[in-house]
């Protein structure tokens, strides 16, 4: 899939939300889930059992280590919140262009269901967009690409009041959990320090802007009301 094509975006925000529909017929009550939820934070890796212990790890510097410590601490606190009060379901937890087969601007294949589990399915619609748009100041497509997928998604699903007021929340947990995974991976020397060093600063760049532009997002972006 190419993920600067707006009708394969929209394509597939619609497919994700047919597969949504599916998938939360499976296993409702999660007897079947083999990892834990990606809000659990210390549970994520098993070479990072404490998520605060990553700004020391990365090496990084004085302020970076203060505003990632803010960030991890927020999300520690508001996750408990987040999965008593949001959808959970069987998600696919890796849907993004690389799984994604399409002809003729239309989905017609979903591919590596390997970390498929059950989570919050915010976290699922949220964790697409992030691969799919990056951020505003790499991609000048951002907004269209985020409008796209979310008016495919609401073809054929929509989000609940909570899933909308929790769209940050929500983002930043993303963010928070894929930085402990990958640096989990560095730990074990699967990934790059530079690597890691360099999503740890544009997260920590993301998040003030994710803050700022809530409204502007959320309403005409996102399309919610």
């Known amino acids: ?30 007897q079947l889930a083999q990892l834990p939820f990606w809000g659990e934070l210390a549970q994520i890796h098993p070479r990072v059992s404490d998520p605060l212990a990553i700004p020391q790890m990365l090496n990084l510097g004085l302020e970076e280590q203060q505003q990632l410590a803010q960030l991890l601490n927020e ?12 959808p959970i379901q069987t998600i696919h937890a890796d849907y993004i262009a690389p799984n994604i087969l399409v002809e003729s601007d239309r989905v017609v294949g979903i591919l590596d269901f ?8 915010l976290l699922d619609y949220l964790s697409s967009l992030d691969q799919f748009a990056s951020f505003p100041w790499k991609e000048v497509r951002f ?20 899933e909308m007021e929790s769209a940050i929340s929500v983002w930043q947990l993303q963010r928070a959990s894929s930085l402990i995974y990958w640096t ?31 409204e502007a997002l959320l309403i005409n972006t996102l399309g919610f009301i």
């Not at 190419?2 to 999660?30: C, T, Y």
């Not at 390997?114 to 399915?121: I, K, N, P, Q, V």
């Open 184 to 214: 989990g991976w560095m730990i074990e020397g699967k990934g790059n320090r530079q690597k890691v060093t360099d999503a740890v600063l544009e997260t920590l760049r993301f998040e003030p802007w994710l803050k700022f532009n809530q």
């Open 143 to 162: 907004g269209d690409i985020v409008r796209a997928f979310s008016m495919g998604y609401q073809v054929y699903s929509s989000l609940t009041k909570a």
């Open 75 to 86: 999300t520690i606190e508001v996750a408990p919140h987040l999965y008593k009060t949001l």
């Open 114 to 121: 390997e970390y498929a589990t059950r989570d919050l399915r």
């Open 1 to 30: 899939m190419d993920r600067r094509n707006l009708n394969q975006i929209q394509s597939a925000g619609s497919a994700l939300a047919k597969l949504h529909d599916q998938l939360a017929k499976f296993d409702p009550q999660g």
